[in-house]
């Protein structure tokens, strides 16, 4: 097993060199620390109030990566430039009809948290995470998605091993991950898993519009190194940086704790973004970089 490096968290948030080292040998960064714990109970707080408003009656979705389902649904492809949340598949029965409270029915909140929520964009623009994403190589960052893994007690479901860059496609590819831990995860809550180095691998799928609908295209049939998955426990304030091709995902909760997790995604903007992204902005929401005044 090829065991991840852990970091502590550097004034500026610049990488230092052994972490860069760490970053192109392993596709993956561990940063301890890197947030405080006041920040993520202020994303919590604001993720709770986001789901005190909303109305499940209004047009939810149900999210599952086992069965993608949603994917054509105007509800997920319209959230883009929006905050909407999205319910666990085992939350809602035949009818739609959730089976249990909302709060304990939520699968995630995206995608535009970052420009949308004052308090997700302050956290979201630290100059910390500005100097990282320029560190590891994003010389004009734009933050494109954002999201609120809420993985609830019992029914938080699994995210299947997959590639970041098969969702958010750019000529050449950009993609980098930030995954912070806004609670404690641990392999009993299902914490992050991935294949340290497999971001060397090639792209296996490519999500994008096809004719209209939104397909899961095969590119490469490599299967995943299973064999080298190693589990990522990420005390809270701990950020897990993904290279876009790294291979991750996590296990189901079946704890009694919640794992709530803040990610979010950034490209660079000298790359060129595909008009079949799935995600795409109003011409009045443009992608923004870390600087944007809110
Ligand atoms: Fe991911």
Redesign the pocket.
């Known amino acids: 097993m090829n065991a991840v490096p852990r970091f502590a968290a550097t004034a500026t948030g610049a990488p230092t060199p052994a972490m860069l080292a760490a970053w192109d040998r392993d596709g993956v960064l561990v940063i301890e620390d890197a947030v405080s714990h006041a920040d993520c109970d202020s994303l919590i707080e604001r993720s709770r109030a986001i789901v005190d408003d909303w109305d499940p009656t209004s047009g939810a979705a149900v999210f599952s990566t086992t069965a993608p389902r949603h994917a054509a649904d105007r509800y997920f492809r319209e959230s883009g430039d929006a905050i909407r949340v999205f319910l666990e598949d085992g939350a809602v029965d035949a009818d739609g009809t959730l089976t249990r409270p909302k709060h304990a029915a939520v699968n995630k909140l995206g995608h535009a948290m970052h420009d949308l929520d004052p308090v997700f964009d302050r956290v979201s623009r630290r100059p910390t995470l500005a100097a990282l994403a320029c560190g590891l190589g994003l010389a004009d960052p734009r933050l494109v998605q954002s999201m609120v893994i809420w993985k609830p007690p019992s029914i938080g479901g699994a ?1 299947t091993c ?3 860059a098969t ?1 958010l496609i750019t000529d050449p590819p950009s993609v980098i ?1 930030f ?1 912070l831990a806004l609670e404690d995860a641990d392999a009993g809550n299902g914490c992050l898993f991935v294949i340290p180095g497999g971001h060397r691998g090639p792209l296996r799928q490519r999500f994008h519009e096809v004719g209209g609908e939104l397909v899961t295209e095969a590119l490469d049939s490599t299967p995943f190194d299973e064999s080298a998955t190693v589990p990522l426990p990420a005390p809270k304030g701990t950020l897990v940086v ?1 290279h876009g091709t790294l291979p ?2 996590s296990a189901p909760n079946t704890s009694e704790r919640s794992r709530m997790a803040y ?1 979010l ?1 950034a490209v660079d903007g000298a790359a060129r973004w595909s008009a079949g992204n799935w995600l795409q902005r109003a011409s009045d929401i443009p992608f923004h970089g870390f600087e944007r005044s809110a």
């Open positions: 995210v997959h590639q970041d969702f991950g995954w993904l991750h995902g990610t995604h």
